[in-house]
């Protein structure tokens, strides 16, 4: 299994949009074969600050199923206009 962590940030005072449009992409990601699961989390403290984390089965479903997809491209669709910057994405493995 895998970890996917995105640090996101979006524009200034997009956050409610950001948080509602992740409520209609939070379908076309979960429901990707091999992701285990998917949340969002807002900071209390910076509301335009996100965290995604995503868990996969491994690394080759999230490219081969998600990422290299249509799935991928209507996920970023719904997302990409409130970002201020490309996300943070790192992969993590339990030690």
Do not use: N
Not at 16 to 32: C, G, N, Q, S, V
Not at 37 to 57: L, N, T
């Amino acid at each position: 299994m895998i970890t996917e962590i995105a640090i996101v940030d979006v524009k200034p005072d997009a956050g409610d949009a950001f948080a509602a449009a992740y409520a209609k992409a939070h379908e076309l990601l979960a429901t990707t074969p091999g992701c285990r699961s998917a949340r969002m989390m807002r900071s209390e403290e910076s509301p335009d600050r996100f965290v995604g984390v995503v868990e996969w089965e491994s690394k080759q479903h999230r490219l081969e199923h998600f990422r290299g997809t249509d799935r991928y491209a209507a996920y970023g669709a719904l997302l990409r206009p409130y970002l201020a910057a490309p996300p943070r994405v790192e992969h993590f493995e339990a030690v």
